[in-house]
């Protein structure tokens, strides 16, 4: 089997209203698609999670020619051979998130070619299915009394569809912070509740807002110091009880053996189309797991990412493991996307707040081509 030809497909649509987080608003969402197709014309998609005019170049002028012709199936050479094409100059970053989305789609592809699942090849699921936790409340642009209020509705709402966890945004400023995680546990006394920062915390600012989280019995505080302070995540941990969570803007099995080891990071979130593909995301369990940290992916892009995160933790358990233990939860972002929602003949399942995980080979989920054309900004091949 040769690869034969490789598209990148990258697509954007524009929201009707933009959200924002502790860093800056959305306006359009984007995302740039790798297709891989073998000379039996078996073919495989992935997704980059990141900038898809830059992804495009990594992909069609640098990683993607040397792949034409080798063996798809050998995913693990295929990765080491592009780390070590782009070595110097690239340890980390977007050309890693290029790797990373040319890394899915050779294991999709590799899953269809073998007839098995991609959890199947990851090395068997653990479970059928995986409980979602909804991502939303981002912000929006209105006062702030009143922008409390809407995030409330939002995840009442979220409630009412059966979602028994979700995850806030925080870090616009303290003071509007300490009141909307009060407002949300008093709306929402029995849900299971995490909050994400976006690393927009310093460290006395983390474990101010880290002790009201600690108040309102929060499960996780995501990202409340930026990643480059690993040393810092130790201090803020000694001062909390939350449980931390970091790790979507960190890539590599050495990246996050860095940012794990000094023992303040509880949660580790790789991104599964940024972290260094799925071949990676193996790797990076196995340093977490040395480490007694579990993983629990970042998921923020179309179904292609979301179908990998699924497989991907239907594949592992929670540290160190029990008869009875219970699986960590799918990130399920809720914020509007047509790019999740409208690209898929056949798309992960998910009915109240649970995600069946895909049984068909590969990533398990169908690319409608015909629904490509009104999102799509480019598409390049070479072959
Ligand atoms: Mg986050």
């Known amino acids: 089997m040769k690869i034969e030809c490789i598209r990148t497909h990258h697509l954007r649509s524009e929201l009707d209203e933009p959200f924002g987080f502790s860093q800056w608003y959305y306006s359009t969402r984007n995302t740039l698609w790798v297709e891989i197709i073998a000379d039996?014309?078996?073919?495989?998609?992935?997704?980059?999670?990141?900038?898809a005019e830059v992804y495009e170049a990594a992909i069609t002028a640098f990683y993607g020619p040397p792949l034409l012709g080798l063996d798809p199936l050998a995913t693990d050479r295929l990765w080491h051979g592009m780390w070590r094409s782009s070595l110097d100059f690239a340890r980390r970053g977007v050309m890693m998130g290029a790797m990373s989305g040319i890394d899915m789609a050779l294991w999709d592809l590799k899953g269809k070619a073998l007839g098995m699942s991609v959890s199947e090849l990851m090395g068997g699921r653990y479970r059928e299915s995986v409980p979602c936790y909804a991502t939303g409340m981002y912000f929006k642009d209105m006062p702030e009394e009143a922008l409390i209020g809407t995030?409330?509705?939002?995840?009442?709402?979220?409630?009412e569809q059966g979602f028994a966890a979700m995850k806030i945004k925080v870090g616009k400023n303290p003071a509007f912070d300490v009141r909307l995680i009060s407002a949300m546990r008093r709306a929402l006394p029995a849900t299971t509740l995490m909050a994400d920062a976006n690393h927009a915390y310093d460290l006395?600012?983390?474990?101010?807002?880290?002790?009201?989280?600690?108040e309102y019995d929060f499960a996780w505080f995501e990202e409340p110091l930026s990643p480059e302070y690993e040393l810092q995540f130790r201090q803020?941990?000694?001062?909390?009880?939350?449980?931390?969570?970091?790790?979507?803007?960190?890539?590599?099995?050495?990246?996050?053996q860095r940012l794990l080891s000094p023992g303040g990071v509880q949660i580790a979130q790789p991104d599964l189309a940024y972290c260094g593909g799925i071949s990676e995301a193996m790797k990076i369990r196995a340093v977490a797991s040395s480490?007694?940290?579990?993983?629990?992916?970042?998921?923020?892009?179309?179904?292609?990412?979301?179908?990998?995160a699924t497989h991907f933790l239907a594949s592992g358990y929670l540290e160190p493991g029990r008869a009875e233990g219970a699986g960590a939860m799918l990130e399920l972002d809720r914020t509007p996307s047509p790019l999740r929602d409208e690209l898929f003949e056949t798309s992960v399942t998910i009915e109240k707040a649970t995600a069946h995980v895909p049984t068909a080979p590969g990533l398990g989920v169908v690319v409608d081509r015909s629904a490509l054309q009104s999102f799509r900004v480019r598409e390049k091949e070479i072959r």
């Open 291 to 308: 480490l007694g940290v579990n993983v629990i992916p970042h998921c923020w892009g179309t179904m292609l990412n979301l179908a990998a």
């Open 151 to 159: 995030l409330v509705a939002e995840a009442l709402d979220y409630q």
């Open 40 to 51: 039996d014309a078996t073919t495989g998609w992935g997704e980059c999670y990141g900038p």
């Open 204 to 214: 006395p600012e983390a474990v101010r807002i880290g002790r009201v989280l600690d």
């Open 236 to 256: 803020l941990h000694e001062k909390l009880r939350v449980p931390l969570a970091t790790g979507e803007c960190e890539q590599t099995r050495y990246g996050f």
